[in-house]
């Protein structure tokens, strides 16, 4: 399947991931008149803050949804797979935010963005790291096991150690500045049961439609003594990876 994205449910319950997201923006220390490609752009919310700082920003991401509302702020938004980058040379830097997680072929992701950059480029971004949102991948796995489904065969997410991806990246012919991966317990604004529906459609859909609310259910009411403070709000296991890397040659 793939991942649909709503601009409105993803405004009203996940407007923390570009909100959290000013830390890669001043990583990357973006320069007027650079040239810059966001990689995984959704609805645009950093784009535009890359714009504003004067960078020339093509902005890219696989959902239609996404990018009409990327294009509704007036930016230079495509549909276009990250697995599928065509771009030659033409980038001083390339960044990203919550996005790299979505894709396991990680190597074909770094060729892509290595070509899209000149020599010396940067290529800066955070993505989910080892251990992110485990517990929610736990409870998840229990409920769709005792419906007989293996949930590793639907699972989307790719959440490396800083090891692997270091790793990929030197062999990839980047350079490392700098690799992190950092615990970061994220409050939701909402129930834990919005964020399910909107980034647990993988394993949802692995169950039929009528069954999905009784999922949801059960895997909320697994998560809750974990994941639900004493005031009730909702704070996610998320682990972030973020490096910078520049293209050697
Ligand atoms: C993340 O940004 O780390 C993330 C997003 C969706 C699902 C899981 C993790």
Same mark, same amino acid.
């Given at each position: 399947m793939t991942q649909q994205w709503d601009p409105d449910a993803y405004d009203q319950h996940a407007r923390f991931v570009s909100d959290l997201g000013a830390p890669v923006l001043d990583l990357l220390e973006p320069l007027a008149g650079e040239r810059v490609l966001d990689l995984g752009c959704g609805d645009g919310a950093l784009t535009e803050r890359l714009r504003r700082a004067g960078? =020339? #920003?093509v902005a890219v991401d696989s959902?239609?949804?996404? #990018? @009409? $509302?990327? =294009?509704?702020?007036? /930016?230079d938004a495509r549909i276009i797979d990250v697995r599928e980058l065509d771009f030659e040379g033409e980038?001083?830097? #390339?960044f990203?935010? $919550? %996005? /790299?997680? @979505?894709?396991s072929e990680a190597d074909l992701v770094i060729r892509g963005v290595w070509r899209a950059l000149t020599p010396g480029g940067r290529f800066v971004a955070e993505m989910g790291g080892a251990g992110c949102v485990q517990s929610i991948r736990d409870a998840l796995?229990? %409920? =769709?096991? +005792?419906r007989g489904v293996d949930s590793a065969s639907v699972d989307p997410w790719y959440f490396p150690t800083e090891d692997e991806y270091r790793t990929r990246l030197e062999r990839g012919g980047f350079e490392i500045e700098s690799i992190q991966r950092f615990p970061r317990p994220t409050p939701l604004p909402g129930d834990v049961s919005h964020w399910l529906g909107i980034f647990a459609?993988?394993? /949802?859909? $692995?169950? $039929? +439609?009528?069954?999905?609310? +009784? #999922?949801?259910e059960e895997v909320r009411t697994q998560l809750e003594p974990e994941l639900r403070n004493t005031n009730g709000v909702w704070v996610v296991d998320y682990v972030r990876l973020r490096f910078k890397a520049r293209r050697t040659e």
């Amino acid at each position: 399947m793939t991942q649909q994205w709503d601009p409105d449910a993803y405004d009203q319950h996940a407007r923390f991931v570009s909100d959290l997201g000013a830390p890669v923006l001043d990583l990357l220390e973006p320069l007027a008149g650079e040239r810059v490609l966001d990689l995984g752009c959704g609805d645009g919310a950093l784009t535009e803050r890359l714009r504003r700082a004067g960078c =020339l #920003v093509v902005a890219v991401d696989s959902s239609p949804e996404q #990018v @009409w $509302a990327a =294009l509704e702020r007036g /930016l230079d938004a495509r549909i276009i797979d990250v697995r599928e980058l065509d771009f030659e040379g033409e980038f001083d830097a #390339v960044f990203s935010n $919550a %996005a /790299l997680h @979505w894709v396991s072929e990680a190597d074909l992701v770094i060729r892509g963005v290595w070509r899209a950059l000149t020599p010396g480029g940067r290529f800066v971004a955070e993505m989910g790291g080892a251990g992110c949102v485990q517990s929610i991948r736990d409870a998840l796995g229990s %409920a =769709l096991a +005792t419906r007989g489904v293996d949930s590793a065969s639907v699972d989307p997410w790719y959440f490396p150690t800083e090891d692997e991806y270091r790793t990929r990246l030197e062999r990839g012919g980047f350079e490392i500045e700098s690799i992190q991966r950092f615990p970061r317990p994220t409050p939701l604004p909402g129930d834990v049961s919005h964020w399910l529906g909107i980034f647990a459609q993988h394993f /949802l859909d $692995a169950v $039929a +439609t009528d069954e999905r609310p +009784t #999922v949801i259910e059960e895997v909320r009411t697994q998560l809750e003594p974990e994941l639900r403070n004493t005031n009730g709000v909702w704070v996610v296991d998320y682990v972030r990876l973020r490096f910078k890397a520049r293209r050697t040659e």
